[in-house]
């Protein structure tokens, strides 16, 4: 049971185990983390226990105080991750086995069973012993097996994602996406002939009161591919921020629109229980993130199978479902340098590493997770390492080019060239690239569930 739901059906015992469990204190958290410290508690000295348990909590932020817990105990004595199988038949369920022991162990026996079949009859799994000094409160991402050390090397590399990127952000949420998205007819004279759901009849609208609109399942690798869809954008860019439209400023630049919006006036102003009952009534209940969407940026979907990076170069999308990337103002790298290297092989398998695995080989694309992506930076002045730098702006230009003339074209030669450039660039071994091309061949099975 998720806390929201324990908020909602009894706000007294959530403000309790707030008060008397640190596993509570923060995020949206799962009762079960309230289960393992309180089994902790009851434990004698030298008692020990077991759960069968989601492993989410390793490393999504509501799991930080309970890591921290068991890290400052040295508790974790055994843990058997099960990855994306599915223990429970008729239940998706990500789960692992959590041995603990009250009084410490100086060691944790990390085992990672990537063939449950073969676990259930022999035991066969990967496993390597972590030293309790490496468990923290940080995300427990933990390498064994074939590309441990790699892992951990890329994990050193001081430059990441989060050192660069001025925002990763999530898209819009307009409270309303009946009336404010659109299915688009036709577009003809600067005017878009669109379907209004809310109101199930054709509108028109002017084509620059609107952006295209995705709902991330559109997002690939180095390619858009257009949903259809528009959304209604009752503001515009004031500096390097947001302002809503005045209804005068609407009126006379977008009559269409402002026409449109009058006939869904009811509905706008009734959302949240008459909260937008004021003259703000056509604007978003919650405008974050807009700057964002009028941005250049780096778009990525919020669940993959592989990595999925996309170029908006000219900030004509906006998005509801993934995540938008901008980059420092101070920041000389190409963002078609950044695509290369974010779409690679190499930093794919490093995503999965740090990822929360869904069922049928998807992972979720988190914040936490993106801006943990290692990124090797360029020194300029060295004509070789900008030149290998250019090298693989070249080879994204030549994707994009291709995506562009047709959106299925096969760009898989380009894509290994880059593969190969990134491997050099990150200082690869043979052994390494091979492990590398290994972790690549899963096959997507099934649909992902969350």
Known sequence: MRIQTLTQTDAEQAGWLKEHYASARKGNYDLYVVFVE?????????GQLAFILPHKFFNAQYGEPLRKLLADG????????????????????????????KGGAEHCRWVRADDLPA????????????????????????????????????QRMPVKLENIAARIS?????????????????????LITAFSKQLDREVV??????LRFLQGREIKAYSITPSGKVVLMPYELEGSRMALLTQKELKADFPRAWEYYMANKKHLEAREDGRMRNNNWYGFIYPKNLEVMFASKILV???????????????????????????????????????????????????????????????????????????????FAVASERAQHDALVKLVERILAAKEKNPAADTTTLEDEIDQQVCALYGLTPEEIKIVEDSSKGKKLTKPTV
């Open 38 to 46: 309180r089994g902790l508690q009851l434990l004698q000295r030298s």
């Open 74 to 101: 040295k508790n974790l004595r055994h843990v058997v991750h099960f990855g994306d199988q599915q223990i429970f038949p008729g239940a998706t369920n990500y789960v692992c086995l959590l041995f603990l022991a």
């Open 119 to 154: 676990w259930l009859v022999d035991g066969v799994a990967i496993e390597a012993p972590i030293a309790a000094s490496r468990v923290t409160d940080a995300e427990w991402n933990f390498a064994v097996g074939k590309g441990a050390g790699l892992f951990e090397r890329l």
């Open 170 to 190: 999530q898209g819009i949420r307009t409270s309303a996406n009946e009336v404010y998205v659109l299915d688009v007819i036709s577009e003809k004279n600067g």
């Open 205 to 210: 609208v002017e084509q620059k009161s609107v």
């Open 301 to 379: 979907p919020d669940i993959a199978d592989r990595a999925a990076f996309a170029l908006d170069e000219a900030g004509e999308f906006t998005f509801t479902s993934g995540y938008g990337i901008t980059l420092k103002a101070d920041v000389k790298l190409s963002p078609k340098y950044l695509v290369a290297l974010l779409n690679s092989r190499l930093l794919d398998s490093c995503w999965k590493r740090v990822s929360t695995p869904l069922r049928g080989g998807y992972f979720r694309y988190f914040t936490q997770f993106i801006e943990q992506l290692p990124i090797r930076p360029i020194d």
